[in-house]
């Protein structure tokens, strides 16, 4: 029988759920920490689903924040975010955990999440109103600038741009999300930044003139609209070009579409929009 927090904590490892139950029934058991971490915590960095569905049910605080493997304090959605576990932190989210917890270091749990390179929980903290505009306060936390740095995460970029976020930070070698974007060669990551409104300076016309294109960009390039074909010449153009009306019309719809959201995300309201479906994929940048 679990009579201490020593065996609730070897129960929960060990994966023994009617061990786990009975421990459970003693609300101080459960509240309490070991190696100052608490049994929700482990249970989430153990990947125990149905084990953290217990102590939720039981009880359990989804955002005590408590000391990982590392002797970090993490909340327990940050740890699922970390591992990529994305039914644990369903569970999380579901009872109650703050979309919006961050690390010790700032990271918030869209960075953590994409970093871990899943979409599935970057769509799942959005869809439980993770805030967009509060989620970064530099370049060393902004979820889009990491995703634009580092190419293979090119789609969770698009998925942050789609939802109505946008950030200028840029490091200290003075590269923001569009410049890293057009160094990897993601051309469509480009237009979409663009798109989404980030000011073109020197430096990105510098980057794109300088850029070398792969066969399969130079038929990206060939299939473009017009309008993204614009946006691309004004890259290399040496006067810094006016957007146009309707580049312009889109960023203050994307604007006040974030601001009515109070940060999160704007596909709901641009789909309720009274406008065609063509004009709704346009305001997403989709």
């Avoid at 600038?145 to 998925?159: F, Q």
């Avoid at 004004?234 to 006040?256: D, K, N």
Wanted: aromatic share 6%.
């Amino acid at each position: 029988m679990v009579r201490s927090v020593d065996d609730l904590h070897y129960a929960i490892r060990r994966g023994k759920i009617e061990q786990v139950k009975i421990a459970i029934e003693a609300p101080s058991v459960l509240r309490s920490q070991r190696c100052l971490r608490t049994a929700l915590s482990l249970a989430v960095q153990c990947g125990k689903e149905e084990v953290v569905k217990l102590l939720l049910q039981s009880g359990a605080d989804a955002n005590q924040v408590s000391h990982d493997e590392f002797r970090l304090p993490l909340a327990p959605l940050l740890v699922a975010c970390r591992l990529g576990k994305v039914a644990i932190a369903r569970l999380l989210l579901e009872n109650g955990a703050s979309p919006d917890s961050t690390d010790c270091f700032g990271h918030s749990a869209l960075w953590i999440a994409t970093k871990a390179r899943c979409p599935e929980l970057l769509r799942l903290l959005i869809e439980h109103s993770a805030n967009l505009t509060a989620c970064s306060s530099n370049w060393k936390n902004c979820p889009l600038y990491y995703a634009s740095r580092h190419a293979p995460r090119r789609g969770l970029a698009e998925l942050l741009i789609y939802h109505g976020y946008m950030s200028s930070y840029e490091d200290e070698d003075g590269l923001d999300a569009l410049s890293w974007s057009m160094q990897n060669g993601q051309l469509q990551l480009s237009i979409m930044i663009v798109q989404a409104g980030l000011p073109i300076s020197k430096t990105h016309r510098r980057i794109f003139a300088a850029a070398s294109f792969t066969a399969e960009q130079r038929l990206l390039l060939l299939s473009l609209e017009q309008s993204d074909i614009d946006l691309l010449r004004s890259l290399i153009e040496r006067e810094t070009a006016l957007p146009s009306l309707r580049s312009l019309a889109r960023q203050v719809v994307r604007a006040v579409c974030l601001d009515f959201t109070a940060g999160t995300t704007i596909q709901p309201v641009v789909m309720k929009l009274p406008i065609p479906d063509s004009l709704k994929r346009f305001l997403l940048c989709g």
